[in-house]
């Protein structure tokens, strides 16, 4: 294998053996003098150049893409500890108490509140190393670092909090219940917690690539003169288990390619997750390192603690590196669920060699041999060397053991991360482990333990946090607000378009241009896309701002030549971060939350194909508003039948409904320029201005057509999500109905409001609806109101003031019969919602929307069928309807089909 591994065996054991160890040692003294005499930058050169002449000879090195298993920082290099160990250990072992108290008392008392004990016993020891020594706080308001943590590690920093005096015995007694009051939520919600956490990792895989995204923001707002951020970090503590999720690992290559030396991810390789081991057969941290190393990170493997040292030093013929290589995961587990004597024999007695380098040692100190993970001096030689690392990001792989301390009923067990209640012989079991300060009585009612307020322990702690700035986490709200400039000065031309042709997506992004100028506003403005700008006509920024490269340029564009070249370069504006819209959307993140990260609001529009986001990335976007981000997602070339030949996979019918059930999530699909402009203006002062913690999600379509100017008077229920835009009423009209419609289907409302006049001599109003979601949402808040007031004097909603009477309401989107629906309840007349379900597919759009039936004939007919099944018209006007547009009437539902 590689010069690093000096003749260890692959971890499965499949390397010949040495045939000639003399001549092996010759070369290896030879290299060792080559570092000592010259530097390890020689030493590499020569590695290289060997290499290179074995490949040219034809020989392929089958080199293992890891190293040896055993710790990166050897002995020599590890350096002193500046910590007192003593006072750090005793304080760990308290907050272990107190965590496991926390989650043992919340499933005694309060039933089944669930919550983790194993897996911040595994993890203490790096939260304390991080807490104690690297992870600095905000100073005078500004910089500190940014700090990811497992979520179901929660109560360990909790536990710390509490020593801190930042929470109370109170609050800790109620963790996992938030309904009454201040309790602490299980897993850390900026949302529910706001000046505590500052960043949800709940959901795996969202804390990894969101930590990418940020360390690559740290490095925009730099490289964009908006921000110092030089010494400012990311850390990410994550478990072994969750880097199998796609989002941990999608974003690893933009972390190296982009240098991002500011991140370092700490991987607790505890060997397991939630039903067993991470690789029972194989060996998690080995593939952890190849996948990094891959990517280009810079790895430290952290694997054996210091008791191991003297072991290792007589291992000179790498026997026992050679049995830890070969040895499973499954088969460490086991090892480390069982005890010194049980090791000896199934480990350490396997081989001769391996036997005599612990002949000397009793059962007991086989025990003690700790792993590198739980051993605070290599954790703090790994989180220095990753600090100190220039030009990779780095990953600490520390190993270590889920259940740590817990014994029988968690150390390494299969049910670790179960385990939630403890019986007292357990705890007291735990209590004599750590040698914590609790009486019989205090372990047997759970009590939680905090040294008196002038022990040394808290002394230290505090002076250890007071150095590093402050507490952590803390989250920040307050940010200077910005100046959003006057609708007229980027939408004049929607406002009063007067009938001339485009699209909504033209619109949004000529007002995107004209904003981007803006004195005050533009360079707060942060576009995304994710390889889709020419799609929806945004090429035209490439040149007007730059795509952001820390790089620069190091080509002449193929179209240097033309007025809108393809400009990268160290200070541009967008962010063009090809085919992830994970990415993409974790950049949305890092800059919607740069208010409070950074205190320095920035407003990000991350531009994409809509049917790529909530149904996509929709479980980054419910991250992203538990985070209180703002800014505006724009889903272009939205719904089911106006994106006309892009078909099932592409045509969005449902990301209306799934926007509706984000609490603060603002979603319209608004039909015309100005409804558009008018809904940007207000989402730009409630975010900017009045700084409020919602976003903004608006379709935009690709459809031209003729932009009205916008009427007077209607631009607060625009806002609200309904106004009344026309009303058709022949001279003796049969009956009459209200149409309402949203997006680019508002056009085929119109069309069927005529043909009803024209052909039917029925009368209508037609609305335009540009949010039912936000209708819905008023509409519940007054129902509510009015249940819980009964004696006062009903309240109306926006819906019912607008649509007053039992008038028949037809509603047809290009979305799914669910979006409309969701004002349903609320209207007082008959309604009938017409809508896109069912698998789109390629046609144009007239075709698609005769085949959804969300046309005018069939909104049309939708009317007169319902108005003669009233008993309004005829019993024959729908017949002769079916039959006047040729509607087939035996054909399958759409969404059958
Ligand atoms: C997306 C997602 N899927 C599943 C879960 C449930 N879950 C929480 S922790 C866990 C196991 C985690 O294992 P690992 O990452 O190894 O962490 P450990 O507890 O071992 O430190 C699982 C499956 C989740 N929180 N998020
Ligand atoms: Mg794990």
């Not at 403890?422 to 007291?428: F, G, H, M, S, T």
């Not at 992203?624 to 019918?653: N, P, Y």
């Not at 309402?740 to 037609?766: H, M, P, Y």
């Not at 009938?832 to 005769?850: E, H, I, M, Q, Y």
């Amino acid at each position: 294998m590689g010069g690093l591994d000096r003749g260890t065996a692959s971890p499965t054991g499949g390397e010949a053996p040495d045939s000639d160890p003399e001549e092996t040692r010759d070369w290896l003294e030879a290299f060792d003098a080559v570092i000592r005499v010259e530097d390890s930058a020689r030493a590499l050169f020569l590695l290289r150049q060997l290499d290179e002449h074995a490949k040219e000879l034809g020989l392929v090195a089958a080199a293992a893409p890891f190293s040896a298993y055993r710790n990166t920082i050897a002995l020599e290099r590890q350096g002193i500890y500046p910590g007192d160990l003593a006072i750090e250990e005793r304080l760990t072992a308290i907050m272990r108490w107190n965590a496991l108290a926390m989650v043992v008392r919340a499933n005694q008392a309060y039933g089944e509140l669930g919550g983790h004990i194993a897996s911040y016993a595994s993890a203490a020891e790096i939260f304390e190393v991080g807490f104690n020594h690297f992870f600095q706080a905000a100073r005078d308001g500004g910089g500190g670092d940014l700090v990811y943590f497992q979520p179901h590690s929660a109560p360990g920093v909790y536990a710390r909090a509490f020593l801190e005096g930042r929470l109370s015995e109170r609050q800790l007694g109620n963790f996992r219940q938030e309904v009454q009051g201040d309790g602490l939520c299980s897993y850390p919600h900026p949302w529910l917690m706001p000046a505590f956490w500052q960043f949800p990792t709940g959901s795996m895989g969202i804390g990894p690539i969101s930590a990418i995204y940020q360390a690559r923001f740290l490095r925009y707002l730099a490289d964009r003169g908006l921000a110092d951020t030089g010494n400012r970090r990311v850390w990410g503590v994550f478990g072994d288990g969750e880097m199998d999720e796609p989002e941990s690992i999608g974003a690893l290559s933009l972390a190296a390619r982009e240098h991002l030396d500011n991140l370092t991810f700490i991987i607790n390789c505890n060997l397991q997750r939630l039903d067993g081991p991470v690789r029972g057969n194989g060996q998690i941290i080995q593939e952890l390192e190849s996948l990094f190393a891959g990517a280009g990170w810079n790895v430290i493997k952290v694997l054996w603690g210091s008791e191991w040292d003297a072991l290792f030093a007589r291992d000179t013929q790498h026997a026992l590196l050679r049995r830890l290589a070969a040895t499973v995961d499954g088969e460490y587990q086991n090892l480390g669920a069982k005890d010194g004597a049980y090791n000896v024999e199934h480990f350490f007695k396997k081989d001769l060699e391996i036997q005599a380098l612990v002949a000397h040692m009793t059962d007991g100190e086989i025990d003690a041999l700790k792993r590198g993970g739980h051993d605070p001096r290599k954790l703090y030689a790994a989180f220095a060397a990753a600090k100190n690392h220039r030009d990779q990001p780095t990953v600490v792989l520390a190993k270590t053991k889920k259940g740590y301390g817990m014994g029988g009923v968690g150390e390494s067990r299969m049910t670790a991360h179960q385990a939630k209640k403890l019986e007292v012989d357990a705890l007291k079991a735990f209590r004599d482990r750590f040698q914590l300060p609790l009486s019989d009585e205090d372990v047997g009612a759970l009590r939680f333990y905090k040294p008196p307020e002038h022990s040394r322990e808290l002394g230290y702690l505090s002076e250890r946090r007071a150095a590093l700035g402050g507490p952590l986490p803390a989250r920040r709200c307050e940010c200077p607000p910005v100046t959003v400039p006057a609708l007229a000065s980027y939408a004049q031309f929607a406002l009063t378009a007067d009938g001339k042709e485009m699209s909504t997506t033209m619109a949004a992004v000529r007002m995107l241009g004209s904003l981007l100028r803006d004195r005050t506003l533009g360079a707060r403005i942060v576009p995304i896309v994710a390889d889709e700008a020419r799609t929806f006509g945004m090429d035209s920024l490439f040149r007007q701002i730059g795509i952001y490269s820390p790089v620069g340029q190091l080509y002449e564009p193929e179209d240097a030549g033309s007025m809108l070249f393809y400009k990268e370069a160290r200070n541009g504006q967008l962010l063009e971060e090809g085919i992830t819209e994970a990415g993409a959307l974790s950049s949305w993140v890092a800059a919607g939350t740069a208010y409070s990260v950074h205190g320095i609001a920035m407003l990000p529009f991350y531009v994409y194909y809509s049917m790529f986001g909530f149904q996509r990335v929709g479980d980054l976007i419910w991250a992203a508003a538990d985070q209180r981000t703002r800014g505006f997602l724009f889903g272009a070339t939205a719904g089911r039948t106006t994106l006309g030949g892009e078909g099932l996979q592409h045509q969005d019918g449902s990301s209306h409904v799934v926007a509706a059930t984000v609490p603060n999530c603002r979603a319209y699909d608004p039909a015309f320029a100005y409804e558009l402009a008018t809904i940007l203006g207000h989402g730009m002062r409630r975010m900017m201005e009045q700084q409020v913690d919602e976003f903004y999600y608006i379709t935009m379509m690709n459809e031209n057509y003729a932009q009205p100017s916008m009427p007077p008077g209607v631009e607060h229920d625009i806002i609200r999500g309904m106004y009344r835009y026309a009303s058709q009423l022949p001279a003796q009209a049969l009956s009459r109905v209200r149409l309402l419609g949203s997006g680019a289907i508002l056009r085929e409302v119109i069309a069927a409001a005529e043909l009803l006049a024209q052909d039917w001599n029925v009368g209508s109003e037609v609305h335009s609806v540009t949010s039912f979601s936000e209708l819905a949402r008023e509409a519940a808040d007054v129902e509510r109101w009015n249940r819980l007031h009964p004696l006062q004097t009903p309240r109306r909603s926006h819906v019912e003031r607008q649509l007053p009477g039992a008038r028949l309401v037809i509603a047809a989107t290009d979305y799914v019969r669910a979006y409309p629906r969701l004002i349903a309840p609320y209207v007082e007349g008959r309604f009938v919602a017409l809508g896109t379900d069912g698998f789109g597919r390629s046609d144009n759009r007239p075709a698609l929307r005769g085949f959804f039936e969300v046309d005018r004939h069939s909104i049309v007919l939708a009317a007169l069928s319902t108005l003669s099944r009233l008993g309004d018209l005829p019993r024959q006007t729908a017949s002769q309807a079916i039959e006047r547009y040729g509607i087939e009437a035996e054909a399958a539902a759409p969404w059958r089909r």
